[in-house]
């Protein structure tokens, strides 16, 4: 039979060590699956915002199409493509400003009607826009010669303004 080798302090504390290792491992172990779904929900958050940066990109250069189209005087193309931006890109800055142009484009067309729906749908986050909206419904409204809401809907726009001078002339055409 062999001789079992006698242990000193040495080698013990060395084992030690081992076993520290051991379960130091064994605790990083424990949490392998969180790190694991931090890395998951990480990479998930990632392509979901490359993804709406990428259909905000998109919607811009729709709006821009829609605005050229516009510019020219080619409003049926216009309209058409600002339809498209509401409803393929609804959540983006581009379709709020669609639908105050869609607007614009009604009271070019003298359809008085669309244009206060279309006015009265911008929800969109820009002040000034949103003050302009108010003056289109306002131009709408005097379009279809009902003066008070028209004066209503400037006084609105002017106090939605601030202190510009877009407040002046909502203000001097209220009346």
């Not at 242990?7 to 013990?12: F, G, H, Q």
């Amino acid at each position: 039979m062999t001789e079992k080798p006698h242990l000193t302090e040495k080698p013990l504390k060395e084992d030690i060590t081992t076993v520290t290792i051991d379960s130091n491992t064994i605790n990083v172990n424990r949490f392998m699956p969180l790190i694991y779904g931090l890395a998951i929900a990480a990479t998930i958050l990632y392509a979901f915002y490359w993804y709406r940066a990428d259909k905000a990109k998109q919607a811009a250069q729709h709006f821009g199409v829609a605005m050229v189209d516009l510019r020219i005087g080619n409003d049926d193309k216009a309209k058409a493509n600002l339809n498209m931006i509401i409803s393929e890109f609804g959540s983006s800055l581009s379709a709020e400003q669609a639908q105050y142009f869609l607007g614009e484009i009604a009271l070019r067309k003298g359809e008085f009607d669309n244009a206060i729906t279309s006015f009265s749908a911008y929800s969109g986050s820009d002040e000034m826009l949103a003050a302009a909206s108010e003056a289109g419904k306002g131009r709408a409204y005097e379009g279809k010669n009902d003066y008070s809401s028209a004066a209503s809907s400037y006084l609105k726009a002017a106090n939605n303004s601030g202190e510009t001078q877009q407040a002046a002339e909502y203000l001097l055409a209220s009346g």
